[in-house]
């Protein structure tokens, strides 16, 4: 009796199934601690448990307050008084070949397909190593990079390695080749306007350098392949030259087809004045004078010294040299000629070998390759990073997307354990 007024003062109905013991502590707990959002709780026989608050309002607002505020609070400080202002200056370059006249309607007469590997091999050159170097040698990088008009977070810690030196150069400088184009952007960013241009023109100097040297290795190399060509063949000409002139010590002869030509022209004037003197001998017999007379006489003396003459022709070649005389034999005429037709040979390839040498070096003293900066790097006229608002409304979004998703994580989790 006494534990159903203890229940009826809390304002609880018992149940029949609960033992008197344990709706009498149910009562005494209550009355200790009373909840009035449990009006009309009906008690069953088990373990108790105690009743959840609701959470209010104000641990949502502080929460929020905490998440979002403080970060937005923090990052618009950093970025409004600690982060400096950084200015871009950007230049764009495409590498050119030489001008052809054959080519003058395709690019303006420019070679286009060797250039477009040039230009990526000139993007990996500035986002590397060597272009620090190259770069370093006009301007001190470590000065620049690590500029007290700088806040801490962005310039370069010293002391600075090569190393350290290299990974700040790759956030600060960025170069995009664009494959269709062809063309190369390059950024560069620094503390100060007049800096940026100066790294920028340090860039663009070191770069048209490297072009150069790239295609250096090339022009020698057609130089030197064009020299060795010129001693190939002016060696090959010696030696044609030499044994020509020895086949003519040693067969005593000049000019084999001219000393023929000559031989030839003479046997055919012997043969003319041996047909002129058998007319006259015929004529003084038709005439009655008989073969012991002093003028028949006369014209077979002379007869018979120009058949041994025209004989002797027709077997020799005359003096050579004016020492002696040779036979003029089918085989020396051949031999004589494939000396002279490889000498001649000889001399043309010679002769072109010669030419080659003086297009190489022409070649070789004009640039095949070379930059081009079509947008120059410019003087910057205000910052471009960092960019304030969009950076604090970005921590701002950051903060409460954080906010939010803590909220849904503790909520999942107090819903499993209830």
């Not at 993007?123 to 007290?148: H, Y």
């Amino acid at each position: 009796m006494a534990t159903t007024n203890v229940l009826r003062e809390v304002g609880l109905q018992p149940s029949p199934a609960t033992p008197p013991s344990t709706a009498l502590r149910v009562g005494q707990r209550l009355l200790q601690n009373p909840d009035p959002a449990a009006p009309g709780l009906v008690v069953t026989d088990g373990p108790v448990r105690k009743p959840q608050r609701r959470k209010s309002g104000t641990g949502l607002i502080l929460s929020a307050l905490v998440c979002i505020l403080l970060p937005v609070i923090f990052g618009a400080w950093f970025y409004t008084v600690v982060a400096a202002n950084q200015y871009i200056s950007e230049f764009k370059l495409s590498i050119r070949g030489p001008e052809r006249p054959g080519d003058a309607g395709h690019m303006g007469g420019a070679a286009i397909g060797p250039t477009i590997f040039d230009a990526f091999i000139v993007t990996e050159l500035i986002n590397s190593r060597q272009m620090v170097s190259d770069a370093g040698k006009d301007l001190d990088l470590r000065k620049v990079f690590a500029s007290p008009n700088g806040d801490f977070f962005y310039r370069l810690k010293l002391p600075a390695t090569q190393e350290d030196l290299v990974e700040h150069w790759k956030k600060v400088v960025t170069a995009n080749f664009d494959m269709l184009t062809g063309i190369v952007t390059v950024n560069v960013r620094t503390f100060s306007p007049e800096e940026s241009l100066a790294v920028a023109r340090a860039i663009a100097k070191a770069a048209d350098e490297a072009v150069f040297k790239m295609s250096e290795r090339a022009r020698q190399d057609l130089v030197r392949f064009a020299d060795e060509d010129v001693k190939r063949a002016e060696a090959i000409l010696d030696q044609k030259r030499i044994a020509l002139r020895d086949y003519r010590i040693k067969e005593q002869i000049i000019d084999a087809t001219r000393t023929a030509a000559s031989s030839s022209d003479l046997l055919g004037t012997l043969r003319a004045q041996r047909s002129q003197i058998l007319q006259e001998i015929a004529s003084a017999t038709s005439q009655g004078l008989n073969a012991s007379a002093p003028q028949v006489q006369a014209s077979r003396s002379r007869l018979t010294a120009l058949e041994a003459e025209i004989a002797r022709q027709g077997r020799t070649i005359g003096e050579g040299n004016g020492r002696s005389s040779s036979e003029l034999s089918p085989t020396v005429l051949a031999q004589f000629d494939s000396l002279q037709a490889d000498m001649q040979i000889a001399e043309k390839v010679y002769g072109a070998s010669l030419e080659n040498r003086q297009r190489a070096q022409a070649a070789a003293d004009r640039r095949t390759s070379y930059v081009t900066l079509f947008v120059e790097p410019r003087l910057p006229d205000a910052s471009m990073f960092p960019k304030r608002s969009n950076a604090i409304l970005l921590v701002a979004l950051i903060s409460a997307t954080c906010w939010f998703l803590g909220l849904l994580i503790i909520s999942s989790v107090r819903d499993h354990l209830l």
